[in-house]
Nanobody, 123 residues
Framework: VQLVESGGGLVQAGGSLRLSCAAP????????MGWFRQAPGKEREFVGA????????YYADSVKGRFTISRDNAKNTVYLQMNSLKPEDTAVYCC?????????????????WGQGTQVTVSS
């Protein structure tokens, strides 16, 4: 499965961005999906995840109330709406397919990582 993220960019603190994660040529409508981010010099960090139905979502405490994950299975796309952005949200954001494991929050439960899209939040 090849995943392609888009929608990143440069935004001022307090602004919004919507990231998209598409899977060209392959359906992910039966897969739960996750978003992670990685800032320079830091470990990959869980941002959020959504089950394949779109009925259950999980969020990191640092983004809860500001970020929203959704999906459109007809379009084979998962979204990450990011509001009230902060400079500490600056990172490369990647999506991935959940492959299993006990924790929805660990990168080890995901595979087929996309290349990522850069999000930069200026103060």
């Amino acid at each position: 499965v090849q995943l392609v993220e888009s929608g990143g960019g440069l935004v001022q603190a307090g602004g919004s961005l919507r990231l998209s994660c598409a899977a060209p040529g392959r359906t992910v409508s039966k897969n739960s999906m996750g978003w992670f981010r990685q800032a320079p010099g830091k470990e990959r960090e869980f941002v959020g995840a959504i089950d394949w139905r779109g009925s259950t979502t999980y969020y990191a405490d640092s983004v809860k109330g500001r970020f929203t994950i959704s999906r459109d299975n007809a379009k084979n796309t998962v979204y990450l709406q990011m509001n009230s952005l902060k400079p500490e949200d600056t990172a490369v954001y990647c999506c991935a397919v959940r492959i299993g494991g006990e924790s929805w929050y660990s990168p080890s439960g995901y595979d087929y990582w996309g290349q990522g899209t850069q999000v930069t939040v200026s103060s």
